[in-house]
């Protein structure tokens, strides 16, 4: 059997190593995986274990490159399971690594779903129908996304998604006030009666209580 006759570290951030079986490059393996295995040189390698070390470290590269987006922000598991299959990895991998990323609690759509809900209302209000539909798209489950939208009160968030947009809007215009804020909210997704209810809420805070022109 070939024995590793070289274990070197390869420049740049991804911390991998080219390993070297009888004076001659023949592999790369994560850097961890070499520590965690314990390779070192003069050590022999079947034709079976170098197959069972590059799987271990595919799972690895999988497990690393989820990591990555997570350290952005909390991502679904529907969300993180595509972006793992556009890096290329096999779905036993993916499906291995969502199971151990589970278990950390480093993957919880409950959690993904109350922070994203959270998020929106604090920073761009939007109807309970539109946080729905974009938690949907991130693959929540209708029982999750039920419990976590089931507070949301549309009429203040209405009114607190309007609340800068109609600062910068005409005073003196009402057609034109009412037309501007209605679209505005029509995008986050409020229905009419909420729409009419703040922009006239929002026109008399303004100073402006007469619609006659309208």
């Given at each position: ?24 490059d023949f592999f790369n393996l994560s850097y961890s995986v ?11 390698l079947s034709p079976s274990q170098i197959e069972t070390l ?48 589970k278990e950390q609690g480093l993957v919880d759509d409950q ?104």
């Open positions: 059997m070939p024995s590793i006759t070289a274990i070197r570290k390869t420049r740049g951030s991804n911390q991998r190593c080219k390993i070297s079986l009888d004076n001659k070499c520590e965690r295995e314990g390779l070192k040189i003069g050590q022999e590059k799987l271990i470290d595919d799972c690895q590269s999988c497990y690393e490159a989820a990591l990555g987006y997570l350290s952005y922000r909390p991502r679904s598991q529907s969300e993180l399971a595509q972006k793992l299959v556009k890096r290329g990895f096999c779905s036993r991998d993916i499906d291995s690594i969502l199971a151990k990323l959690a993904f779903a109350q922070f994203w809900h959270e998020n929106r209302q604090s920073f761009r209000p939007r109807s309970r129908s539109l946080t729905s539909q974009e938690l949907k798209k991130k693959g929540i489950s209708n029982e999750i996304i039920e419990n976590v939208v089931n507070t949301v009160d549309d009429v203040d968030s209405a009114y607190r998604a309007a609340l800068t947009k109609a600062k910068n809007l005409p005073k003196d215009n009402y057609h034109l006030f009412r037309q501007r804020l209605s679209q505005y909210l029509l995008r986050r997704g409020f229905g009419y009666e909420v729409i009419n209810r703040t922009v006239s809420r929002l026109w008399d805070e303004c100073g402006n209580g007469n619609t006659d022109e309208l």
